[in-house]
Structures are given as C-alpha cells and as structure tokens.
C-alpha cells in the first residue's frame, strides 16, 4: 500500500478542504439524503463528500489511502466543529462491512471486484451516489487506464438489482461543448 499511499500523498499535500467541491451527484441530489443516519465517504480524497454529508448533519466515516488528506481533513472537521472520523484504509483490501451506513458517496474511484460488497454495505434502504469516468470521452480529461473507466451503461450493471433513483451519463451525443461530459451518476437504493 505504500507506493498506492505515497503517490496520493504526494497529490494531496499542497491542497487545503476550503477550497474543495463535493461531487456532482451529490450536489444534484442531496435532497435525497435522509435526515439522520451513518455515511462513508469511500476513497474520500480531501473529503468534499464527508463535508457535505457531516453539514447535512450526517454521522460521516472517510476512507482513504492518503494519511496526508485525511489529516487535513481532521483538522478541518474539528475546526468547524463537523463530524467526521476519517480512517486510513484501502478499500480494496479491506472493503466496508454488510449493511453498515445508510448512505455511500464515491467519486474518482472504481475498483469492479468491490463494487457488489460497496452495494452490500447499504442497510436496505439505504443510497449509493456514485461518480466516476467513462471510456467514452468527449474531452480528455481523468485518467486514461480504462481499467478505471466504466463503459457505456457500466454503472447501472455494476448495481443491477438496486432501484435507480437518478441516472446520467451523456457519452458523446449531440453538442459535445455543452452538457455534463466525461463521467457517469447514479443514485440507487438498495432495496434487498
């Protein structure tokens, strides 16, 4: 996990939360959140989800490889008086246990082999929003190692037996200089 951890280290350490932005499907879509509950913020970054999640008044766990992003993320949290208790984990080693939060947020992050135990974490009820690149660009922009890149449609088969509640993904259709490009959303139950 060292090199994994060095690397996002590296990334992460002239960065600051002040001046991070939650995920689009959350932003979109936070009116879906319920009032009360336990959240994780899987692969968390810097923690823009967690922020947005604890303000919501939710009871918010962040994951992540990077010690350096997760410190700057306690420091911040306890600052403004959010909470949020942030854990060094790689998830791909040691995902998160069965019906363990009501709620799931996931940005910039695909790890397929994870994703049905990521669904399964959900108590029944609960929602995964979720966000990440696609194959199918319109502007180069993310990562280009297709091994993280969902193709066309991936997202609803990676969480295939939830109820979808929101959906996007724009591909190259029509007018590729406007719309929401280069990534897929979705907002899905867990209803079993």
């Not at 932003?27 to 970054?45: F, Q, R, V, W």
């Not at 208790?85 to 994870?114: A, I, M, N, Y």
């Not at 449609?153 to 295939?160: G, I, Q, R, V, Y």
Request: net charge negative.
């Amino acid at each position: 996990m060292s090199s994994i951890s060095d690397k996002w280290n590296n990334i992460y350490f002239q960065q600051g939360c002040e001046d991070i932005t939650p995920s689009t499907v959350l932003i979109e879509n936070s009116h879906l959140l319920p009032n009360t509950g336990k959240a994780l913020d899987l692969a968390c970054g810097m923690g823009a989800n967690a922020i947005l999640l604890a303000k919501q008044k939710l009871q918010v766990h962040a994951w992540d490889v990077s010690s350096t992003a997760l410190e700057k993320l306690d420091n911040y949290s306890q600052k403004n008086n959010l909470n949020i208790s942030t854990g060094v984990r790689d998830v791909e080693k040691t995902p998160p246990k069965k019906e363990s939060f009501d709620v799931v947020t996931v940005s910039q992050f695909l790890h397929r082999p994870t994703f049905p135990i990521l669904c399964n974490s959900l108590h029944v009820g609960g929602l995964l929003f979720y966000q990440t690149f696609t194959l199918e660009k319109a502007h180069q922009i993310g990562t280009t190692n297709p091994d993280y890149l969902l193709a066309k449609n991936e997202l609803l088969t990676l969480c295939d037996g939830m109820e979808v509640l929101v959906y996007r993904e724009e591909g190259v259709s029509g007018d590729i200089q406007q719309g929401w490009r280069n990534q897929a959303m979705i907002v899905a139950k867990r209803v079993i």
